[in-house]
């Protein structure tokens, strides 16, 4: 394969030099674009090639049609992911074109994706700090630029900007990785059959929520918390809103350095603010997440509550709690307790219950309240900051979700998948503990090992199989046995969910059930040589022990019922939802309520969450996972893989080019890329079936005249004509090495060409033959019509004469006319635009008195009819009192569409009418606002206007047409419209609380 010759751009801005000359620069001799095809290929072979290349500040190269990429830890120069490489990678004939690159494998897969119609996706794997976060990016930017446009206006900004606000809320500094993904992402964008983008789904995969609460040495929280902390500083109003102490004071931002001597982030919130190269700790700055929150559209409203709401995760760190086994109560400073209920929006006496107090119950439907110890409620605050953290970064992803949304009802036809999920981990390398993330983050490495192995090899194998061609002399590494050994039946999840479903387990007892499962199990599961609570598996990507250590507690992640169920009732709008709290709640102008009420609504809260849970099956951790990683593979086997390898040089985040040897090649080991190269070149990676070789390169062997039936030796005839010598004939297909493609490809051009020029030739001869009897028509059209053009000034000149004539005459006479009532004296003629003039005004006042009297209702009688009619009904309120999102006041009918215009289709408003003692229902449905009038009878029952069923109460009306259509064009009432900010139009309809 040949090298071509060139350089990445230096590092840096590539000051005093051009982007072709920094583009074209060459350092040493020439770079294998594939190292497949490298003549003598060993471990050794491949691994000093990288290195030599990885030396020359060339970090990707091709490995047959998997791209590998080794980390420079540093930013490369921005020309190299500007607009105009951009353009260079669009539309590529082939991989070979121009240099390895992102943005080579997603213009080829995007390209794919539209030629056989078929969906695409990329897994992204490596290490942690391997780079995958930023390749997947890179892959995205270039598919948007590839596609065909977009199906609604700024969805491709939207789909670029979305980002920033996933890394802030989901990565971390590590000790392997500043800017360190702590959750898995599966990105499908959605594509029309012509190219256009429709849309964009994000699904998330276990975030490391206990990170909200503890890190390990040199390690510290999401990124979001410092940009909280630097957000206050740059608006200052959400100092006040915020009320957060001292972050140095706060235990979930203790900085333990590790190593290496860093910085941290809390020294650095000044660099936060604006971002840029001088702030290598954290990618994401203040500006950047305004920049995206702001072209997502959340509105004011969302941002106060999600901040907020971190405040309040942020606060729960401040709590202290005395007592001993039998009880304990709240110590410290009561106002930061206060404070913290404030940012959840909770009354203080409902949450102190809810952390000091459980409810258990009896037989025969009783039920004792029983204190917490001291230490068990200060374990229940960090769980509730994790697991309100959790269902937040979830409410975030699925409001991503709906901000990127096709609107309407277009189907989707195709999707690109880009995967960039958790990379191999084992942190005991950094002086850490494994626990049962990272035995869920390798299980998800394990399966994508298989999926990769079994795509590349497996597959390979079978077809060959199935052709009767010999491929005996290609093997490679099963790891289905530790598949096997985590997602059997009865094995390790089936057995871990089995011990967290007994009350009396223990993490011990789990240990030991796993002992006696997997002791025959000696390859894959090793027991420890002392009673230690721990165990080693043995993965493809190497040995890793496991502290069995909070197991069970971790798989069970089930949250106090009291601290849901008083979180369901928050007035922060997004808190309540996030904990199943109704959904139509908006917090708007609460009411003030006493402590002993706060404490009785937590409570029905509370039995309502329990409702809900007696009826749901047990939803462990690894069920969940075991479920999402299902689906996950489901949608990768649905669609046609690339792969990305993600190579991470060396250990100490070296910028000095530098790989080590034994830790790189460990790497190369365990992606398979060996393995790889060595099937590219042994194998058979093209293989199209008897009738796509005939048609594709029937010219180079046979008369293009003579009907060839698509068989066996008439492709070996082609083959033999074009002197390809070791390429297969199988049952169906024709198998070819990765280089007889282009070799065959090279035969083609000359024909390829001469098809065009004849094509062109034959194109302008049908023209011709069309437009020739249009042309001769229109020149005998114009002939006619100029002769009868000239007939005009012979027929029309005695008319002008006799009409010039009778001018003149009466021109003289008006002239003779004018001057004799001149010499009498009289006054000139009254003007005619003065007398219309006239005229229209006296027909304008008597219209105006004519203007009828209405009989419409006064705005402070619509209001007084709410609040002595509708508030008594609870019309458009939640169980607790406060109004529903879809809910609104007076509003007119042009602003009702002006708020719904925008909006997805089922989105929908209840409103008071203005001309009546009634309501009014505005939906949008079809892109298309529509109105329905909502009558009241003497009974006070109501009638949507056109339909027969009556309802008592509105919010009754709302439910059934959830699933139910209004009229028989399928429009339901799917999404309250609520315009966030203050409400205006409901603090009108309040009625004052005298309880």
Known sequence: GFHFRWLFAAMGDAKGSGYHEAWENQVGDGWWEDLSEMAHLTEETLLDELKRQYAGHRYMTWVGDILCVMNPFQLVSREFVSEACLERYLNLPNKKAWPPHNFAMADLAFQKMLLHAKNQVVTISGESGAGKTESAKLFIKMIVHSSNGSEFEGLEEKLLKVNPILESFGNAKTAMNNNSSRFGKFVQILFSKEGAIQGAMQTEYLLEKSRVCSQGIGEQNFHIFYIMFAWMQVFPEYAALLDLPDPKDMKYFQFEMGPVEEDDLLDCLDQLKEGGDDCPRCEISVKELKETIDTLGFTANEIENIFTALAGIAKLSMLEFEGDEDGCKLAGDRAQFESMCKSFGIEPAAMEFALTTHVVELPGGQSVEKKYADHESASLADSTGKDCYAKLFHFIIEACNKKLSARGSARTSLAMGVLDIFGFEDFERQGGKNSLEQLCINLANEQLQYFFTEHIFGQELAAYAAEGIDGADITYEDNQPMLNLILGKRMMFDTLNEQSKLKRSTDDSCLEAFHQKFEKSKKLYEPPRMANPEFNMHHYAGSVKYTTTGFLNKNRDVLAVEISGCMAIAQNHIVAVIFGGEEGAIGGKARKVSAAKALSKAKQSTKNIKGKRSGAATNFLAKQFKASLVSLMDDLNKAEPHFIRCIKPNQAKS?????????????????????????????????????????????????????????????????????????????????????????????????????????????????????????????????????????????????????????????????????????????????????????????????????????????????????????????????????????????????????????????????????????????????????????????????????????????????????????????????????????????????????
Request: proline fraction near 5%.
């Open 655 to 995: 910028k000095e080019w530098e790989v080590e040897d034994e830790y790189a090649t460990r790497q190369l080991r365990y992606t398979g890329m060996l393995d790889t190269t060595r099937i590219r070149r042994e194998g058979y990676p093209s293989r199209p079936t008897f009738a796509d070789f005939m048609e594709r390169y029937k010219i180079l062997g046979h008369p293009m005249s003579k009907e060839v039936p698509p068989t066996g030796p008439n492709c070996q005839e082609i083959l033999a004509h074009a002197g390809v010598s070791e390429a297969k004939i199988g049952k169906t297909k024709v198998f070819m090495k990765h280089y007889h493609g282009q070799a065959l490809d090279e035969m083609l051009k000359p024909f390829s060409s001469a098809a065009m020029l004849i094509g062109k030739f034959g194109v302008g001869f049908l023209a011709r033959a069309r437009c020739r009897p249009v042309i001769e028509h229109k020149r005998k059209q114009d002939s006619i019509v100029k002769a009868w053009l000239e007939t005009i000034p012979k027929l029309a000149n005695p008319f002008a004469v006799t009409c010039q004539a009778g001018k003149d005459e009466d021109g003289e006479a008006m002239l003779a006319l004018w001057k004799k009532r001149e010499d009498e004296g009289k006054p000139p003629p009254v003007s005619i635009a003065k007398t219309d003039a006239s005229v229209a005004e006296q027909i304008k006042r008597s219209a105006s008195r004519r203007e009828p009297k209405t009989g419409k209702p006064t705005r402070d009688q619509v209001i007084e009819f709410y609040k002595t009619m509708g508030d008594q009904q609870g019309a458009g309120q939640t169980e607790d009192g406060r109004f529903c999102a879809w809910f609104h006041g007076i509003v007119s009918r042009n602003k009702a569409e002006k708020l719904l215009a925008s909006e997805q289709d089922g989105t929908f408003i209840i409103r008071l009418a203005e001309s009546r003692f009634g309501y009014s229902l505005s939906i949008i449905w079809r892109g298309r606002v529509k109105h329905f009038a909502i009558d009241l009878d003497s009974k006070g029952m109501h009638t949507i206007r056109g339909n027969s069923r009556k309802y008592r109460y509105l919010n009754q009306i709302v439910a059934f047409h959830k699933n139910h259509s209004i009229t028989d064009q399928g429009d339901r009432l799917l999404y309250p419209c609520n315009p966030g900010g203050e409400r205006h139009d409901l603090t009108e309809l309040e009625v004052e609380d005298n309880e």
